[in-house]
T-cell receptor, first 114, second 119 residues
Framework: SQQGEEDPQALSIQEGENATMNCSYK?????LQWYRQNSGRGLVHLIL?????REKHSGRLRVTLDTSKKSSSLLITASRAADTASYFC??????????????FGSGTRLSIRP | DGGITQSPKYLFRKEGQNVTLSCEQN?????MYWYRQDPGQGLRLIYY???????QKGDIAEGYSVSREKKESFPLTVTSAQKNPTAFYLC??????????????????FGDGTRLSIL
């Protein structure tokens, strides 16, 4: 069962533009994570935001979390060709009993045009 | 350098054959995970282990088996009962969610995957 769902499924932008991806989820969470996957490789963790946080930054990445709307967004500013990848959000199901399992969405495929 | 090593990178299975995918980590992580990824899809959890000698079924455990005899190792066997094994298999590890008072799941570190195909 899917907990997080990304939107859009695919995004193509010009190098230098900003890219925004969204994630919606269904149940309460302890935290939400974003990962990047280059083609044919494993996932790389980008950022974790806790349920009591609203915004977090890491370099050119900005993540927001709105627990009232059960949604998160990932903004990549000043995009580069190396940002071409698939991006996934991942959530747990909240509470103590369900920790250790996180659920991945189906991802947003980001393409940066030179 | 610390990390996770998956082997082999490519694996071919004959009908009726069991195959084992290797996953080793030197990050001293308690928790380890196996995921399956189909083309254009997200990751689905097969099995996970929070501690040595213990593991739990994920969402798609049928046709798979695991063991966790050592902290560093979490091999996955794809049995002949798994009728559609062709996929990209990813192994991951993390510190436990309870370590040092943390609540909730912690960042997972991934290997570079094993691509399994049927001959």
């Amino acid at each position: 069962s899917q907990q997080g769902e990304e939107d859009p499924q695919a995004l193509s932008i010009q190098e230098g533009e900003n890219a925004t991806m969204n994630c919606s989820y269904k149940t309460s969470i302890n935290n939400l994570q974003w990962y990047r996957q280059n083609s044919g490789r494993g996932l790389v963790h980008l950022i974790l935001i806790r349920s009591n946080e609203r915004e977090k930054h890491s370099g050119r990445l900005r993540v927001t979390l709105d627990t009232s709307k059960k949604s998160s967004s990932l903004l990549i500013t000043a995009s580069r060709a190396a940002d071409t990848a698939s991006y996934f959000c991942a959530t747990d199901r909240g509470g103590y009993s369900s920790a250790s399992k996180i659920i991945f969405g189906s991802g947003t495929r980001l393409s940066i045009r030179p | 350098d610390g990390g996770i090593t998956q082997s082999p990178k490519y694996l071919f299975r004959k009908e009726g054959q069991n195959v084992t995918l290797s996953c080793e980590q030197n990050l001293n992580h308690d928790a380890m995970y196996w995921y399956r990824q189909d083309p254009g899809q997200g990751l689905r959890l097969i099995y996970y282990s929070q501690i040595v000698n213990d593991f739990q079924k994920g969402d798609i455990a049928e046709g798979y088996s695991v063991s966790r005899e050592k902290k560093e190792s979490f091999p996955l066997t794809v049995t002949s009962a798994q009728k559609n094994p062709t996929a990209f298999y990813l192994c991951a590890s993390s510190i436990g969610p309870w370590n040092r008072g943390r609540l909730g799941n912690q960042p997972q570190h991934f290997g570079d995957g094993t691509r399994l195909s049927i001959l």
